[in-house]
């Protein structure tokens, strides 16, 4: 499985350095690589400070999402038990490729291998990739570990409902709220698919990404609205940190028009995401 992680990796590596070939001979990788470490950190940092910065349009924003994570929370029993139901329906390798990939160690080695890559090719483009994927798992994964302990959820195996909080317990059982895994996945397939125009690229990277967190439910370790959560940090994460290196970098993928939007959608029987191209 270690092996689809990185041929992943690789051939979005490939894709992304066919793109655009941009070397400065000026500086040397040391150069290069100090200044990307030093933005990696300024990012995450960058991303934390910004509801500081927020105005009316951002909070409602926020707002829409807590509500929409509350809405999915209402109905976590059926949807969740319904997923699970439905799991042995499920291809193995599917199932392995989401346990696989959302762990932290497997995270940082694709987000790393796409750095350096870009970083012996002295290619911008794949270097800044590579800080986006790396600074905005790191910035998300440690947002998500503080709040699995401060909300201290149970997971579906606890088999004590979905209504059962006990903050700062240190057992897995009560570290269901977000998921990890669905957020590290998540936030890698968001940032790759930045670097691309088509739609249905997007759309399929998306899907990719997904995989992970919908996983997690099927095996009982997370709700929906734990893997719904994950996603919307995930979106916010990646968007602050590559507007920050918007001024540190040449490379721009927030000058695209936005070719795809996100919406949650709730009604008398129904209740999903909306992909709009």
Known sequence: MKKL????????????YAQNIATDSTLTRWNMFTYDVGNMFKG????YARPLHWQG???????????????????DDNTSRFIRNNREGVP???????????SPENNYIATSGVYFAGLITKNEKLRRTGVLLVS??????????????????ARPLANLGK???????????????????????FTNAYAIAKQFKNPWVKAGIYTVGAIPGISRVWDGQHWLSDMVFAFAISIATVESIDRYLDKKYDEKYNNQQKLVSWNLNFGPGQMGVTINF
């Open 57 to 75: 349009q951002q909070w409602a924003q926020f707002g829409a999402v807590v509500g929409g994570t509350g809405l999915v929370y209402i109905a």
């Open 136 to 153: 905005s798992a790191t910035s998300a994964g440690l947002l998500q570990q503080v709040l699995k302990s401060v909300v201290g959820r």
């Open 44 to 47: 995450v940092g960058y991303s």
């Open 5 to 16: 992680v990185i041929l992943f990796v690789l051939i979005c590596s490939s894709t992304l």
């Open 92 to 102: 193995q390798f599917l199932r392995q490729y989401g346990e696989t990939y959302g």
């Open 163 to 185: 209504d059962t909080f006990d903050p700062f317990n240190s057992s897995r059982n009560f570290h269901s709220f977000p998921s990890g895994h669905a957020l590290l996945a």
